[in-house]
């Protein structure tokens, strides 16, 4: 429900501002992933380390993010560029936090009139984040 925090601290138009002051520190507090993770991610996906696929890869991340991270790297060529390294698991992590948020709609629903009316009209739709997110992936 890390997502779910990270979402909700921009939304002032529904929570109070002191609370989405305090669930903004979620948006760049996720952890680093160690280097051996990093290149276990690299050689299931490519089959090589990142060391052995650039000239020069940095796994010091410039940013890191609940989805990824991002690292400099310099191509055979001399360009540099960025890597972004998805999280392990995260597709599982956010299939599993798309099904509770859709639950959460649900309960809250029952409660506010407002959830109900936009889930009602698909505004709230379920599905509708991991659609958004597959898109970003």
Not at 16 to 39: E, F, G, R, V, W
Not at 59 to 88: C, E, F, N, T, W
Not at 105 to 116: H, Q, T
Request: some cysteine; overall charge positive.
């Amino acid at each position: 429900m890390f997502k779910l925090g990270q979402i909700l601290s921009t939304r002032f138009d529904i929570l109070p501002h002191k609370l989405c002051d305090q669930l903004s520190n979620l948006l760049d507090c996720a952890p680093l992933m160690d280097k051996s993770t990093i290149d276990d991610i690299f050689i299931k996906d490519f089959g090589v380390k990142p060391i052995e696929a650039f000239q020069l890869f940095d796994y010091s991340a410039v940013g890191s993010a609940s989805i990824s991270q991002v690292h400099k790297a310099i191509l055979l060529d001399g360009s540099i560029v960025a890597v972004k390294i998805k999280r392990p698991n995260i597709d599982a992590t956010l299939k599993n936090d798309i099904k509770q948020l859709n639950w959460l709609i649900l309960v809250i629903s029952f409660i506010s009139p407002l959830i109900r009316y936009l889930k009602n009209q698909n505004v709230i739709k379920p599905n509708g984040f991991m659609d958004y997110a597959r898109g970003r992936l």
